[in-house]
């Protein structure tokens, strides 16, 4: 998932149009509206080389188990 497009949908400047993620988008919404303030913001993958790495590793582990 892009997470730039995510960014987006949730600023108001795209819709979200999957079907399936509607549910999801509204319960952020939700979820969002107890904050007083909450900001989001697209870092790029280069920018943040540990966190898409880690992102990357747990993707990679996704259906296995360790001892």
Do not use: C
């Not at 600023?11 to 079907?19: D, T």
């Amino acid at each position: 998932m892009d997470s730039e497009l995510v960014v987006r949908q949730l600023s108001g400047r795209y819709r979200v149009r999957n079907p399936r993620l509607i549910p999801l988008y509204k319960r952020i919404l939700d979820l969002r509206s107890r904050f007083q303030r909450l900001t989001v913001r697209h870092v790029p993958r280069g920018e943040n080389r540990q966190a898409d790495r880690l992102a990357n590793e747990a993707l990679d582990k996704r259906g296995t188990i360790e001892p």
